[in-house]
């Protein structure tokens, strides 16, 4: 069956000189330039199959940001009648009704939006009410897991993240020693399942050192938190350091690596330089 909303592979049934004709498994034909197939000479076409303003299934191969079941960071084009117009990769473009955001859109804003397929009519529209498309009641990944990451939100918990497109995980501010903003795709782990399924995420490999990962964390946040510049390095005294963070200065020196090994911050003689 022919799936609106999703990408799919169909097979050119008939071809002439002007047109291809796509199918599948059942009775329903779908028609692409000839030009869509440059070789003359290929049995199937990846598409992406949507609802025109025909209301009639279209297909094509260009393919959009996101298909129906997938979020993406997309801008708002412009708002009208029924609600933001987003650009999703393709023409027209994707319509997040009213009812359908969490906050009302601004044109030109980027926002996370989840593609979905409206059962009413048919069409594939987005929404960026984003919690109410995850569920972590049954989850299928386990600790120490790499997984996907969209960036969705913030607070002063942390991150909030899309994992693997079905379940909500939080990045927690003390372990982000890198710069990370909403719209980010990004690769992380699963470091924690909590018992109420809620998910720990953490940017690092769970191999990696954990008490290395706070103190990393650590003199990351007092860097920025002293507008990026710490009169402290490798040839500061072990007091100084223990004064400023409570650690030793081997822990403060691996940190510090670190961070140095992330490109993230320029050690000089003066002191440390946060260039993230």
Do not use: C
Not at 64 to 73: D, H, I, L, Q
Request: glycine letters at 10%; aromatic letters at 6%; hydrophobic letters at 40%.
């Amino acid at each position: 069956m022919i799936q609106t909303g999703r990408i799919q592979e169909l097979t050119i049934l008939r071809r002439t000189a002007e047109r291809l004709v796509l199918g599948d498994d059942d009775a329903e034909e779908l028609v692409l330039p000839a030009s869509a197939d440059p070789t003359g000479m290929a049995d199937t076409l990846r598409v992406f199959v949507y609802i025109g303003s025909n209301g009639e299934q279209v297909a094509t191969t260009k393919l959009p940001k996101a298909e129906v079941g997938r979020f993406a960071t997309m801008r708002v084009i412009a708002i009208r009648g029924a609600g933001a117009q987003v650009d999703w990769g393709l023409e027209p473009p994707l319509l997040v009704p009213h009812e359908e955001q969490r906050k009302p859109l601004e044109q030109g804003r980027y926002h996370v939006v989840r593609v979905y397929l409206d059962v009413e009519t048919g069409r594939v529209q987005g929404s960026t009410r984003v919690e109410r498309f995850l569920d972590n009641e049954v989850l299928t990944v386990q600790k120490g897991d790499a997984v996907d990451l969209l960036v969705y939100g913030r607070s002063e918990l942390g991150f909030s993240v899309i994992v693997d497109d079905l379940y909500h995980g939080l990045i927690h501010a003390n372990e982000v020693f890198k710069p990370v903003s909403v719209g980010d795709r990004l690769t992380g782990h699963v470091k924690n399942i909590r018992e109420d399924h809620k998910l720990d995420i953490t940017l690092q490999p769970i191999g990696y050192r954990q008490y290395i990962d706070a103190h990393t964390a650590m003199v990351a946040e007092r860097i920025r938190a002293k507008n990026g510049f710490l009169p402290l390095g490798d040839k500061s005294s072990a007091e100084a350091i223990h004064a400023e963070f409570g650690i030793s200065k081997k822990a403060f020196k691996k940190a510090l690596g670190a961070l140095y090994k992330e490109r993230l911050v320029r050690i000089g003689d003066e002191g440390v330089v946060w260039i993230g």
